[in-house]
């Protein structure tokens, strides 16, 4: 028995019965250059938002650097000064240093570290991008 949906289609027909195979592939190339078309677009909006967010988080990170530098500059000497009252100004600068150094190399590595992890290319897109290959593949077999 043949099922009509709800626009009184007979879903047991083909869709453009009266089309030769040359329109028909014609059709398909443009269906397969407007996929190709959206996923493009799909790529170019997640890097805009990809884009919009290292901004804000640049922003932040640089406001809270500065920030940071300051109270880092004024908390060195005040523990350097509180050291002077018990050993030599030189040394108790020096193991201030000596303290910060170490504290740059940790972070600088561990930056770096973070750093090669990242991934430049969107995930979605191009995983969508691979299945859409593959599926052009399979078309032409």
Known sequence: MATIDLTGRDETQPLEADKSLGELFSKLGNDFSQLVSTQLELAKMEL???????????????????????????????????????????????????????????????????????HPVPPQSKEALREDIEWARQQRH
């Open 48 to 118: 805009k938002e990809e884009a919009a967010h290292a901004a804000k988080g640049s922003g932040m990170l640089a406001g809270g650097a500065v920030a940071g530098h300051l109270a880092i500059l004024l908390l060195s000497f005040a523990a350097a000064w509180g050291l002077v009252a018990v050993i030599p100004a030189g040394v108790a600068f020096l193991i201030v240093g000596i303290l910060w150094a170490a504290a740059a190399a940790a972070l600088a590595s561990m930056g770096r570290r973070e750093l090669r992890a990242l």
